[in-house]
């Protein structure tokens, strides 16, 4: 069983940053992916930036140049770097995690930015 803990969420203005940690524990050996969807008020949630245990990662084209998506296989720690935040970036933020074969979400953490 893997449990995620995330961090870093809250209130931004347009243009500011924020950093995104999510810490997964449990019995651990090599996550296979680990990475962040979000999900705004009545959309569904998407895909924004997975990373691999080889290090190979995807991002949805509307943060491409502004979120960088990075791992500590030491600490099995996902981080969320976003920058030149947008309103559109508005959401809430969950922790993605494949291991073994199974998914596992974070509770989530809001990110709003607003001025």
């Known amino acids: 069983q893997v449990q995620l803990v995330e961090s870093g969420g809250g209130l931004v203005q347009p243009g500011g940053s924020l950093r995104l940690s999510c810490a997964a524990s449990g019995t651990i050996f090599s996550i296979n992916v680990m990475g962040w969807y979000r999900q705004a008020p009545g959309k569904q949630r998407e895909l924004v930036a997975v990373?691999?245990?080889?290090?190979?990662?995807n991002y949805t084209d509307s943060v491409k140049g502004r979120f960088t998506v990075s791992r500590d296989n030491t600490k099995n720690t996902v981080y969320l770097q976003m920058n030149s935040l947008q309103a559109e970036d508005t959401a809430v933020y969950y922790c993605?995690?494949?291991?073994?074969?199974?998914?596992?979400w974070g509770q989530g953490t809001q990110v709003t930015v607003s001025s």
């Open positions: 990373q691999s245990n080889t290090d190979l990662t």
């Open positions: 993605h995690v494949v291991y073994r074969f199974r998914t596992y």
